[in-house]
């Protein structure tokens, strides 16, 4: 039985003390619900939870492997996560993830000095437990040339809006696509850095605010 409302995902572009905002999920094609439907767990995966129930050793999972498109920036840079790309806009670049959310604020990709930051998914997201209830939160610079996050403020016309109801947010083991529910600009102290919910009630309610 699929689950409702899994995961989500917040794009955040900082400017100055307000934000622009998105929420995006996947949506199950069959029921209309909204879902974080990925992937199904590998056979051997099956396999070596029947056993443990059985009694009998678990067959080790075997590592996932880092998609060939993505095996170059990784091996530049171990924080790399994933990649996320807008149609139509220049967002196209690799997220990252550190121990902490300062770090990328002014390092590039190749840990150097640099005003316009990397895109980095916040470090209390856990990318391996999507099948939580999680939210997943994506911080870029707006800067003033155009790059970083900054064209994401072309979600504030309705007509931009409608022409893009989707965008990728991959990860090095899996492609994703998802769907764009909303977008708005909010003061920072929004509670958007809530990443985890106990229930699925107080997971709709956030995600319902």
């Not at 439907?37 to 067959?59: F, Q, W």
């Not at 930051?117 to 856990?126: M, Q």
């Not at 492609?175 to 529910?181: I, L, P, R, S």
Request: charged fraction near 20%.
């Amino acid at each position: 039985m699929k689950k409702s409302v899994v995961s989500a995902l917040f794009i955040i572009v900082l400017v100055t003390v307000t934000a622009l905002m998105m929420s995006l999920g996947t949506r199950n094609e069959t029921s209309g619900d909204l879902a974080a439907v990925i992937s199904a767990p590998p056979a051997a995966a099956k396999s070596s939870d029947a056993a443990e129930s059985a009694g009998t050793p678990a067959t080790p999972t075997p590592a996932p492997t880092v998609q060939p498109k993505y095996q170059k920036l990784y091996a530049q840079n171990s924080d790399m996560l994933g990649r996320i790309t807008i149609d139509d806009t220049r967002i196209d670049y690799p997220v990252v993830q550190f121990t902490d959310n300062d770090y990328y604020i002014d390092k590039d990709f190749n840990g150097n000095d640099s005003v316009n930051g990397t895109i980095y998914l916040d470090c209390h997201c856990d990318l391996d437990d999507m099948e939580s209830r999680h939210n997943l939160v994506i911080y870029g610079h707006h800067m003033n040339d155009g790059s970083m996050f900054a064209d994401l403020m072309k979600f504030k016309d309705e007509d931009f809006f409608d022409e893009h109801p989707y965008i990728t947010f991959n990860t090095l083991y899996h492609d994703y696509q998802w769907e764009v529910f909303a977008a708005y600009v909010t003061p920072l102290s929004f509670n958007y850095i809530n990443t985890t919910f106990l229930t699925d009630e107080s997971w709709m309610d956030f995600i319902i605010t």
